[in-house]
């Protein structure tokens, strides 16, 4: 008994959090939703309240983070809401609230650069995309549905699909997504329904 918790406190003193030096730093005005690039080098911040994007770069070795001032803000709609990069780091699709759009951006090393703004159905409000990056999903509270877009695999750019939307009940709200099991789930808020959707 005595060396099973000898072990289990060696477990949790190596997988515990521990704070970094550095930490914490300040982000802009209410940060709504953080991400890292798949490599670990960029980290990037939308905050909802000054509709801007915080880019950062990471050491991979310590972790810490470092504030870019090339692209440090970068503009968003009208309160952005979710983020999702694609699965090769090329590309951020960002979903803005308000004003019912999604914002792509191209990434370059750590840099961002914005785009294209596409206008999307009334509130999209969470966003996920396939494993191959060639589709993406966007859930729009507004409407009750989930869209649906093809992504232009060479500049990033989403065009509606040929089933440009699915029916979530009443305020779908939030996403998810099983890569492996190619499943995508949903909300609906105002039904209490979970909504579940096979990724053919």
Known sequence: MEFFNTLTNVFYAIF?????????????????KITLSHDGRSAYVINAADNTINVFS????????????????LPTGKLPVD????????????????????????????????????????????????????YLYIANSGDNVTSQYTINQLDGSIEPDAKPTVACGSLPTAMAASQKNKLILVTAQQTDELYLYKIN
């Not at 515990?16 to 709504?32: F, V």
């Not at 990471?58 to 803000?73: D, F, H, Q």
């Open 16 to 32: 515990r959090l521990k704070e970094l030096d550095q930490s914490p730093i300040a982000a802009g005005n209410m940060p709504q």
């Open 58 to 73: 990471r050491n991979i070795v310590n972790g810490e983070l470092t504030l870019l001032e090339v692209g440090a803000k």
């Open 83 to 134: 983020m999702v990069i694609s699965n090769d780091d090329r590309f951020l699709y960002v979903t803005n609230l308000n004003s019912s759009t999604v914002y792509e951006y191209q990434r370059y090393g750590n840099v961002l650069k914005l785009y294209a703004k596409l206008k999307t159905l009334s509130s999209p409000i969470e966003i996920s995309i396939s494993n191959d990056d060639k």
